[in-house]
């Protein structure tokens, strides 16, 4: 099976891409919304959510997929009482086709961080 790495231009410089295409899967890494495409903090769980959804959308256009696409997503929450907000903003970027979901409380890599999320698209590439 062919894979392609994808590394998003000024993307932190870290030990993984930023998603990899295998066959007709992509999968994309943890996206956390802590920082802004400026470098700026971004404070607050629909903040966060709504800065991880828009990363997760860059990732998407780079392999020319959407949020349709998606068929996989799992949540790392900080803490539960994030729940019902985060559950708010994730809520504007699906309508009737939603991906399966997990979604677990645990310790982010930074303290800042209040949410990471990552994904798996399928798209039948031709």
Known sequence: MDKEYINI???????FSSAVKAGDFIYVSGQVGNIDSNGNKVEGIEAQTEQCMENIRIVLDQVESSFDDIVKVTIYLKEVKYYAKMNEVYSKYFFSRLPARSTAISGLAMPEMLIEIDCVVYRRLV
């Not at 231009?9 to 030990?15: E, F, I, Q, Y």
């Open 9 to 15: 231009p000024g993307a932190l410089d870290l030990p």
